[in-house]
């Protein structure tokens, strides 16, 4: 154990509430809890050329039921080791859950895989790996449900192995979400899912290769995400959010953490029972996926939302609000600043026209108001969206500081579309040129030059 707690490193650092915090709590670098358990691996890890995997013959060598004794077995503030010893740095698992005050605490250097073996995963027989329409699916790997103070934390690896043949089939789980895309929904498991869990932590562990979701959290008090790798294949991997806090949740924290996944680096999902709110997303790196997103579903509210010190390097959408007629709400009270995005195909993309889950009209309309873009600066072109539902539910936004900083000669030009909104220039200014006639828009104040912070230091190579 001394050689673990070393290699963790425990220091608690205060994380500082700035003016932007909207987390209502004072929330601290996370502590390794002392163990009441360690276990050591059996199986070893090996390559194939594309991914970290195991010998077809450890494939039925499950490590479920002696990972979830020793969790049972362990009392509130301990936490349940995973070592590897001598060559031996894998576990392999089905369906895990956590219980009160229990962390799963995956050490440096070992992998814990999920199993390629839907029939562990199903919730009903025959209902898992497979492309239905019918009722059933997958069991998460991890379940934290109506716990408190759980967490999963260590230098490690949770490998969901989403682009991997699951057994018996000649398709992987990804491969099923694409079958998908035409109906029906992809029966695949999601990688950790906390319901009704406050004060639940993620602690500088890596998330890798989900089949779908890595993180959902929901309907609860009190989520920590720190110094989290979430590392998942560019745009070959559908549905694979990286983290998605859900409705009924509140005093959320993200922080310096690096995601990069084939869907939503965050998506903020509104969509009930209750409102999302009081949540912080600070110091962090994005890369390829669909950016710092809410929505789709808003129909439960979204409210007090700070981004601040973010980079989105790369990926499909930036700053990303989005949702439709059919599941819409009330977003509102929402900051982004020290935001630097480049080489992004829809820099800042805020639409209540994604038709993505379904039809863009109906009986649910969104409204995004109170929105305020500060300090954010953009290279790369790509399209801009202010893009309201229709005269009532219109998309306000200001801009305080936001600047194109290769606006006079950019690689790719900019696009915009712009309807049913209210776009006010704030007192840090903006070089945004917001294309006009429009169709029901108005605008407060005009673009102007201005002086441009530097992104020279935000955008760093995702850590290995």
């Given at each position: 154990?001394?050689?673990?707690?070393?290699?963790?490193?425990?220091?608690?650092t205060?994380?500082?509430?700035?003016?932007?915090?909207?987390?209502?709590?004072?929330?601290?670098?996370?502590?390794?809890?002392?163990?009441?358990?360690?276990?050591?691996?059996?199986?070893?890890?090996?390559?194939?050329?594309?991914?970290?995997?195991?010998?077809?013959?450890?494939?039925?060598?499950l490590?479920?039921?002696?990972?979830?004794?020793?969790?049972?077995?362990?009392?509130?503030?301990?936490?349940?080791?995973?070592?590897?010893?001598?060559?031996?740095?894998?576990?392999?698992?089905?369906?895990?859950?956590?219980?009160?005050?229990?962390t799963?605490?995956?050490?440096?250097?070992?992998?814990?895989?999920?199993?390629?073996d839907?029939?562990?995963?199903e919730?009903?027989?025959?209902?898992c790996?497979?492309?239905?329409?019918?009722?059933?699916?997958?069991?998460?790997?991890?379940?934290?449900?109506?716990?408190?103070?759980?967490?999963?934390?260590?230098?490690?690896?949770?490998?969901?192995?989403?682009?991997?043949?699951?057994?018996g089939?000649?398709?992987?789980?990804?491969?099923?979400?694409?079958?998908?895309?035409?109906?029906?929904?992809?029966?695949?498991?999601?990688l950790?899912?906390?319901?009704?869990?406050?004060?639940?932590?993620?602690?500088?562990?890596?998330?890798k290769?989900?089949?779908?979701?890595?993180?959902?959290?929901?309907?609860?008090?009190?989520?920590?995400?720190w110094?989290?790798?979430?590392?998942?294949?560019?745009?070959?991997?559908?549905?694979?959010?990286?983290?998605?806090?859900?409705?009924?949740?509140?005093?959320?924290?993200?922080?310096?953490?690096?995601?990069?996944?084939?869907?939503?680096?965050?998506?903020i999902?509104?969509?009930?029972?209750?409102?999302?709110?009081?949540?912080?997303?600070?110091?962090?790196?994005?890369?390829?996926?669909?950016?710092?997103?809410?929505?789709?579903?808003?129909?439960?509210?979204?409210?007090?939302l700070?981004?601040?010190?973010?980079?989105?390097?790369?990926?499909?959408?930036?700053?990303?609000?989005?949702?439709?007629?059919?599941?819409?709400?009330?977003?509102?009270?929402?900051?982004?600043?020290?935001?630097?995005?480049?080489?992004?195909?829809?820099?800042?993309?805020?639409?209540?026209?994604?038709?993505?889950?379904?039809?863009?009209?109906?009986?649910?309309?969104?409204?995004?108001?109170?929105?305020?873009?500060?300090?954010?600066?953009?290279?790369?072109?790509?399209?801009?969206?202010?893009?309201?539902?229709?005269?009532?539910?219109?998309?306000?936004?200001?801009?305080?500081?936001?600047?194109?900083?290769?606006?006079?000669?950019?690689?790719?030009?900019?696009?915009?579309?712009?309807?049913?909104?209210d776009?006010?220039?704030?007192?840090?200014?903006?070089?945004?040129?917001?294309?006009?006639?429009?169709?029901d828009?108005?605008?407060?104040?005009?673009?102007?030059?201005?002086?441009?912070?530097?992104?020279?230091?935000?955008?760093?190579?995702?850590?290995?």
């Amino acid at each position: 154990m001394p050689r673990f707690l070393a290699s963790l490193g425990l220091i608690a650092t205060l994380f500082v509430p700035s003016l932007f915090s909207q987390d209502t709590r004072t929330v601290t670098e996370p502590v390794i809890p002392p163990f009441c358990a360690s276990l050591d691996a059996h199986l070893t890890s090996v390559n194939d050329g594309k991914f970290d995997t195991l010998a077809p013959a450890d494939e039925s060598k499950l490590d479920t039921e002696r990972i979830q004794k020793a969790m049972d077995a362990c009392g509130k503030g301990k936490g349940v080791a995973l070592q590897a010893k001598g060559g031996a740095n894998a576990f392999l698992s089905g369906p895990l859950e956590l219980r009160d005050g229990v962390t799963l605490v995956v050490d440096k250097g070992v992998t814990l895989f999920e199993t390629l073996d839907p029939a562990v995963m199903e919730t009903a027989p025959g209902s898992c790996g497979i492309v239905s329409t019918g009722p059933g699916g997958c069991k998460p790997l991890i379940s934290v449900s109506h716990v408190s103070g759980a967490g999963v934390m260590g230098d490690g690896v949770i490998d969901g192995r989403g682009g991997e043949k699951l057994l018996g089939k000649n398709k992987s789980a990804w491969d099923l979400a694409e079958d998908a895309r035409p109906g029906g929904a992809q029966k695949v498991s999601r990688l950790i899912v906390a319901d009704h869990a406050d004060n639940f932590t993620l602690y500088r562990i890596t998330l890798k290769n989900s089949p779908n979701f890595h993180v959902s959290y929901k309907a609860g008090d009190g989520f920590t995400v720190w110094g989290v790798k979430i590392d998942t294949p560019q745009r070959l991997a559908r549905n694979t959010d990286g983290v998605d806090p859900g409705g009924g949740s509140r005093n959320i924290t993200i922080t310096h953490s690096y995601f990069r996944e084939g869907d939503d680096n965050v998506a903020i999902k509104g969509g009930g029972p209750g409102e999302l709110t009081n949540m912080t997303v600070s110091h962090n790196h994005f890369y390829w996926g669909h950016g710092m997103s809410i929505g789709s579903e808003t129909n439960g509210g979204v409210s007090k939302l700070r981004v601040f010190d973010l980079s989105l390097d790369g990926p499909d959408s930036g700053i990303r609000i989005k949702s439709m007629g059919t599941r819409g709400g009330l977003v509102h009270d929402a900051v982004y600043d020290d935001i630097c995005i480049r080489n992004s195909g829809r820099p800042i993309d805020i639409t209540m026209a994604y038709a993505a889950n379904g039809p863009a009209k109906g009986p649910s309309p969104p409204t995004f108001k109170d929105i305020t873009l500060k300090n954010v600066r953009i290279s790369g072109g790509g399209k801009i969206l202010f893009d309201g539902y229709d005269h009532d539910h219109r998309a306000q936004i200001a801009l305080d500081g936001v600047w194109l900083t290769d606006a006079a000669n950019p690689d790719k030009p900019y696009t915009y579309t712009f309807d049913y909104a209210d776009i006010t220039y704030g007192a840090g200014g903006s070089n945004i040129q917001l294309p006009t006639p429009a169709t029901d828009v108005t605008i407060t104040g005009k673009p102007s030059a201005g002086k441009t912070g530097t992104c020279a230091d935000k955008f760093v190579p995702f850590p290995r």
